[in-house]
C-alpha cells in the first residue's frame, strides 16, 4: 500500500511516518508540506492513499483534494483533522475524500483508518460523526421527498441512521437485521442516490433534513 504524507507540521508527519514505516505493507512514498506538494508526489507516485491535512500553507487540504481526485479518481484521500467537527472536513468530503482520521487517533485507529480506505471503505471515527454530519442541517436544506422517493421504505430508514453517524453493525441491531444485509442496503442507496460512498449518501440525507432525532 504506497501511501503519501501531507500536513505541514514536522511532529505529525515524523510521528506517522515512523508509525506507518513500521507496517511492513504500508510503503510511505512521499512527503508533503503542503497541498501544492502533495499533487506533485501524487503525479510521481501514484499512491494509493495520500493522509491529507486540511490547514496549511500555499495550498489547503480541500482544494488539493479536488484537484487529486479530478486528475487521479482511484487515489483515496484520508482528511487529517485536529477537531472532527471542523467545516472544513464537509468541504473536504464534497471534494471527494473517503473519510477523516483526527490526529489524536490511537496507533490502530490510524492502521485500521487506512488500510480500511485502501479497500474501498469509508472511515469516518464514530465519536464525532453525528456531530460532523449535524453541522451541515440548516445549510441549503432541501425536501427530503427528492431523495426518499428513489428509496424503498427500508433504504429510508438505513438512510436516516447513516445520516446520524452509525455504522453498520448498529444499524442493523437498531433495525434488527444482518450486517450483511445493512450493506446490500448501502450499496443500493448509493447506487441509486449517484454518490461513491456512504459519507456522501450521509452528507445528502441531512441536507435534506434527514438524520434528526
Not at 10 to 28: C, M, S, T, Y
Request: a negative charge.
Amino acid at each position: 500500500m504506497k501511501v503519501i504524507i501531507c500536513d505541514d507540521q514536522d511532529i505529525v508527519r515524523d510521528g506517522l511516518e515512523l508509525l506507518l514505516k513500521l507496517e511492513p505493507d504500508i510503503e510511505v512514498v512521499g512527503i508533503a508540506t503542503d497541498g501544492a506538494e502533495a499533487i506533485d508526489i501524487v503525479e510521481k507516485e501514484k499512491p494509493d492513499l495520500v493522509l491529507m491535512d486540511l490547514k496549511m500553507p500555499v495550498m489547503n487540504g480541500v482544494d488539493a483534494t479536488r484537484e487529486i481526485k479530478a486528475k487521479y479518481p482511484g487515489v483515496k484521500i484520508l482528511v487529517l483533522t485536529t477537531y472532527g467537527t471542523d467545516e472544513w472536513v464537509f468541504d473536504a468530503i464534497r471534494a471527494g475524500a473517503s473519510g477523516y482520521l483526527l490526529k489524536d487517533a490511537p496507533r490502530e485507529g490510524v492502521l485500521s483508518a487506512i488500510r480500511g480506505t485502501i479497500e474501498g471503505k469509508t472511515y469516518v471515527d464514530p465519536s464525532v460523526a453525528g456531530k460532523l454530519l449535524s453541522q451541515v442541517t440548516g445549510l441549503n436544506k432541501k425536501p427530503a421527498t427528492a431523495i426518499t422517493s428513489k428509496l424503498t421504505e427500508r433504504e429510508v430508514e438505513v438512510l436516516t441512521l447513516l445520516a446520524r453517524g452509525l455504522s453498520n453493525d448498529d444499524i442493523a441491531k437498531q433495525l434488527f437485521l444482518s450486517e450483511g444485509t445493512v450493506r446490500n442496503h448501502v450499496s443500493s442507496i448509493v447506487s441509486k442516490l449517484g454518490v461513491s460512498d456512504r459519507t456522501q449518501a450521509a452528507l445528502i440525507a441531512v441536507q435534506h433534513g434527514m438524520g434528526g432525532n
